[in-house]
C-alpha cells in the first residue's frame, strides 16, 4: 500500500501541481468557464493591488500635481481618466490603491479568523463537556446576530471608530474576524467530533499520544479538508463588511488608504445632481473583486461535490474528452473518470482497515 | 474485504436503538419543540446583550465618547458620575440586564429619547422596506429559480446563475446608487430619496389612527395620488434591498428543484403525460420551498444589515437610518439599545419562523 503510493506520487507532472491547474481539467462547459472567470477576476485583482504603487498615476491622497489642485468632481478628462471626486482626489488612483487595501483587509480577516475558528473548533469537538456547550449556544447566537450590527460594534470597540490605515485594516479585519469566527468553529467542530472516534485516533490514545498531539496531528490534518471553500466565500464576505463599515463611515481616513466603501459614502450627494464617476469605478471594483472570488469559491465548491459536478464529457457521451487525449500524463495518476477515483479511495480505505 | 466492512456491527447498531427511543417518545413532539425553541430564546438574547455590553464598555465610557471634546474635565466627571459610569462594571451590568428585561433599553445620549421609543417611531419604517424587500425577493428570485433548474446546465441556467452571484457580489448601497443615478437623476420617473414627498407626508400627520408604517397611512388617507406617491417612494430602495436577497431564492428554489426534478415521483408524473409546466409549479416545486422557509430566518438577519445600509442610501428614515446617525454622533448608549433591541428581534423572528417550518414538515421537529 504504501509503496504504490510512493510510486504513483512522483509521476503527476510538474503541471498537474499548478494549484487549481486540477480543477480547470475536470471541469467542462460552464463551470469551467465559471472557474476560468473567477481566477482570472481574482488574478486580476490581486496583481492589481500588488502593483498599485506603479499603477496608479497619483497617490490615493494626493490633491495636487506640479503645484496646481486637481479640482473637485471634474468629469473623467485625460489628466484624471476616471475624474476627481468631491474631495479632489483622483478616482483612478483610488480605484487601485483601493484593492490594496482590500487585499489586506481579506488576508488578516481571514488569518485571523482561521485561527481562532480552528482552535476553538478542536479544542470544543475534542473536549466536548459544558465547554462545548457553551460555546456551541455562543457562536450560534453569534452567527444568528446580522454581521454588519456585529462589525459595527466591534469596530467601535477597536478604534472608536476612525483610524489610520494599520489601524484601521485591522480594526476592519477584528470585526470581520469575530463574525466569521462561528462559521469555522461549526465546520471545524462537527468534522472533529466525527475524526474524534475514528479507529486511528483511539489507536494513537492507546498509545498514550497526549491529546495536544492527537489534536493537531491526527484530528486537525483530517479536519481542515472543506476549509479552502469556505474561505474564499469568507474572502468575498470580508470584502463586502469592509465596504459596508466605509459606507457607514466607519472605514479608513481618505488620508491613511484608500477605501471603496468610503469612497461610495463621499459620493452619495454626488449622485442626485448626476455626477456619476465619483460612484460608478469604486462601485464596480468592488461588484468585480465579490465576483471573482465568489465565481472561484463557488467552482470549487461545486467541483468538491460530486452532486453539484457537472457530468464529465466522458461520462456522458462515452466519446473521449478532448483534454484527455492532449494530456500525456492524465492517464494513470490524474486522468481517470471520477468513478475510478472514488473506487480506488475505496478500495485504499479497506485495506487500511 | 466487506466482511471487515461489515464487522463494527455493535456500533452501528447503536443509532437505530436511539432513532426507535426518539421517535417513540417524540409522538406528540410539535408542542414541546416550540417549548424548547422558545426557551432558546433567552439564551441567545442573553449572550448577544452581554458581549455587547461587555465590548460597548470597555472601551471607556460613553459620555467621554460623546461629549469628550465639548466638555471640560470636572464637567465631564460630573456627567459621568450623575449617569452611574463611575460605577464598578457588574453593578452597572445587572442594573442593565435588570433595565432590560422591563423593556427599558436606555436612553439616547444625544437627543434623551427612550430606545424603545426611537424603535417606535422608526420601526415601522424599516419594517415597510424589508416588507418590499421580501416582496421584489420573492417575485424575482422563485419564478427564476424554476427557471434555472428546469435549464439546468444549459444556457438560461447559466445566465441566471451568473445574475444570482451578480446580486449578492453587488453591495445594496451600490446598487442603491445606480438604481438612484439611472430611475431618479437621468429618467426622472421615480423620487430620489425619502419615504414620500412632503404634501404626502403632510396629509398622513393628521390621521387619527397613524402607524408610521407609510402604506397602511396612505390606504387610510384613501387619497390615490397619496398612495401613489409612497408606492413610487418603495420601488428604489425595495428593489435594492430584495434583489439581494432575490440572489439568494434563486439559487436556493434551484438546488432544491433540481433535487426534487429528479424524483421518482417526478418521473411518474411526467410518464402519465403531466405538462412540463404543471411539472414544475405543482410537483416539483411545492416540496423545494420547505428549505427556503427555512432560511428565510437567516435572511431576516441578512435584511436587517442590509436595510441599515439601503435606508442611508435612501434617506429612508427608519431604524438603520437612525442607527447610521447615531453612529455619526457617537451616542454610544443609543447605538447599544438600537443592536441589543435588534438581537431580541432577531431571536424572536427566527423562533416564529422555526415554528412555521415545523408546521409545514413534521421532519424538523426533534
Redesign the interface.
Same mark, same amino acid.
Given at each position: 500500500m504504501t509503496a504504490t503510493t510512493a510510486q504513483t506520487r512522483p509521476k503527476r507532472s510538474l503541471v498537474s501541481r499548478i494549484p487549481l491547474f486540477e480543477q480547470v481539467r475536470s471541469s467542462i462547459?460552464?463551470q469551467r468557464?465559471?472557474l476560468i472567470a473567477g481566477v482570472v477576476i481574482t488574478g486580476v485583482f490581486v496583481l492589481t493591488a500588488v502593483f498599485a504603487p506603479l499603477l496608479a498615476p497619483y497617490g490615493f491622497a494626493q490633491l495636487r500635481s506640479d503645484g496646481t489642485p486637481f479640482g473637485a468632481q471634474e468629469a473623467p478628462n485625460a489628466e484624471h481618466l476616471l475624474g476627481t471626486t468631491v474631495g479632489g482626489y483622483d478616482v483612478l488612483s483610488r480605484v487601485i490603491w483601493g484593492a490594496q487595501t482590500a487585499i489586506l483587509t481579506i488576508v488578516v480577516s481571514v488569518i485571523l479568523s482561521i485561527f481562532a475558528g480552528i482552535f476553538l473548533g478542536l479544542v470544543s469537538g475534542y473536549i466536548g463537556g459544558w465547554l462545548d456547550r457553551v460555546l456551541v449556544?455562543?457562536c450560534?447566537?453569534?452567527y444568528?446576530?446580522?454581521?454588519?450590527?456585529l462589525a459595527?460594534?466591534?469596530s467601535?470597540?477597536i478604534s472608536? @471608530?476612525r483610524s489610520d490605515l494599520f489601524g484601521g485594516i485591522l480594526a476592519a479585519s477584528i470585526s470581520i474576524t469575530v463574525v466569521f469566527i462561528p462559521q469555522y468553529f461549526r465546520v471545524i467542530r462537527a468534522e472533529t467530533v466525527r475524526i474524534k472516534s475514528e479507529a486511528y485516533v483511539e489507536s494513537a490514545k492507546v498509545i498514550g499520544t497526549r491529546a495536544p498531539r492527537i489534536v493537531f496531528r491526527h484530528v486537525l490534518r483530517n479536519a481542515t479538508r472543506s476549509l479552502p471553500l469556505l474561505l474564499t466565500l469568507n474572502s468575498?464576505e470580508a470584502l463586502?463588511t469592509l465596504?459596508?463599515l466605509g459606507?457607514?463611515?466607519?472605514g479608513i481616513e481618505p488620508t491613511a488608504a484608500a477605501e471603496w @466603501?468610503y469612497d461610495?459614502?463621499k459620493?452619495?450627494s454626488d449622485?442626485?445632481?448626476?455626477i456619476?464617476w465619483t460612484?460608478?469605478f469604486p @462601485?464596480l471594483a468592488?461588484?468585480l473583486a465579490?465576483?471573482g472570488i465568489?465565481?472561484l469559491g463557488?467552482s470549487l465548491n461545486d467541483l468538491a461535490d460530486p452532486r453539484l459536478r457537472?457530468r464529465r464529457a466522458a461520462l456522458d457521451t462515452g466519446a473521449p474528452t478532448p483534454d484527455n487525449g492532449a494530456e500525456p500524463h492524465g492517464a494513470g495518476a490524474t486522468g481517470e473518470s471520477i468513478v475510478a477515483d472514488d473506487a480506488s479511495t475505496a478500495d485504499d480505505e479497506?485495506?487500511v482497515? | 474485504?466487506t466482511a471487515?466492512?461489515s464487522s463494527p456491527d455493535p456500533a452501528s447498531a447503536a443509532p437505530p436503538a436511539v432513532l426507535r427511543r426518539r421517535s417513540s417518545s417524540g409522538g406528540g413532539g410539535l408542542g414541546r419543540y416550540i417549548l424548547v425553541r422558545f426557551l432558546l430564546i433567552i439564551?441567545?438574547v442573553f449572550?448577544?446583550v452581554t458581549?455587547?455590553f461587555l465590548?460597548?464598555r470597555?472601551?471607556g465610557d460613553p459620555i467621554t465618547?460623546a461629549l469628550g471634546g465639548k466638555l471640560t474635565g470636572p464637567q465631564l466627571q460630573e456627567r459621568i458620575h450623575e449617569a452611574g459610569y463611575d460605577r464598578p462594571l457588574i453593578v452597572q451590568y445587572l442594573e442593565y440586564l435588570g433595565n432590560i428585561v422591563t423593556g427599558n433599553f436606555g436612553s439616547t445620549l444625544s437627543d434623551n429619547r427612550p430606545v424603545t421609543q426611537v424603535l417606535l417611531t422608526y420601526g415601522g419604517a424599516t419594517l415597510e422596506l424589508a416588507f418590499y424587500a421580501l416582496i421584489v425577493a420573492f417575485i424575482v428570485g422563485i419564478p427564476l429559480g424554476m427557471v434555472a433548474a428546469y435549464f439546468r446546465?444549459r444556457a438560461p441556467?447559466?445566465f441566471l446563475?451568473?445574475f444570482a452571484?451578480?446580486c449578492?457580489?453587488?453591495?445594496v448601497?451600490?446598487a442603491g446608487?445606480?438604481l438612484?443615478?439611472v430611475f431618479?437623476?437621468?429618467l426622472q420617473v421615480l423620487p430620489?430619496?425619502g419615504r414620500a414627498s412632503t404634501g404626502a407626508e403632510l396629509q398622513m400627520q393628521f390621521l387619527q389612527s397613524k402607524t408610521g408604517i407609510y402604506l397602511i397611512d396612505a390606504l387610510q388617507t384613501g387619497n390615490p395620488e397619496v398612495i401613489g406617491d409612497v408606492l413610487s417612494h418603495a420601488v428604489l430602495p425595495g428593489v435594492a434591498l430584495g434583489l439581494l436577497t432575490a440572489g439568494v431564492f434563486l439559487r436556493l428554489v434551484r438546488t432544491n428543484l433540481i433535487g426534487t426534478l429528479g424524483t421518482d415521483y417526478v418521473d411518474s408524473a411526467r410518464s402519465r403525460g403531466v405538462t412540463e409546466f404543471r411539472l414544475v409549479r405543482k410537483h416539483a416545486y411545492r416540496p423545494a420551498l420547505i428549505p427556503i422557509i427555512t432560511v428565510i430566518g437567516?435572511q431576516i438577519?441578512?435584511l436587517?444589515?442590509?436595510a441599515?445600509?439601503t435606508e442611508?442610501?435612501f434617506e429612508w428614515k427608519g431604524l438603520g437610518f437612525q442607527?447610521?446617525h447615531y453612529?455619526?454622533a457617537?451616542d454610544?448608549v443609543a447605538?447599544?439599545g438600537i443592536?441589543a433591541l435588534?438581537?431580541v428581534i432577531?431571536?424572536v423572528t427566527?423562533f416564529i419562523v422555526d415554528i412555521i417550518a415545523a408546521l409545514i414538515d413534521p421532519r424538523v421537529r426533534y
Open positions: 462547459g460552464l468557464g465559471m449556544v455562543v450560534d447566537a453569534i444568528a446576530f446580522p454581521s454588519l450590527l459595527i460594534v466591534m467601535i470597540v472608536g @471608530g468575498s463586502l465596504a459596508g459606507f457607514l463611515g466607519f @466603501g461610495l459614502n459620493s452619495l449622485v442626485t445632481s448626476g456619476w460612484s460608478l @462601485g468592488i461588484v465579490v465576483l465568489t465565481l463557488e457537472g479497506e485495506r482497515s | 474485504m471487515e466492512l439564551p441567545t449572550i448577544l458581549l455587547v465590548l460597548m470597555t472601551t465618547a446546465d441556467d447559466a446563475r451568473i452571484i451578480l449578492y457580489a453587488t453591495p448601497f451600490f446608487l445606480l438612484k443615478l431618479a437623476v437621468w430620489v430619496a437567516l438577519a441578512l436587517l444589515g442590509g441599515v445600509l442611508t442610501t442607527l447610521a453612529l455619526q457617537r454610544f447605538v447599544q443592536v435588534l438581537a432577531v431571536a427566527n
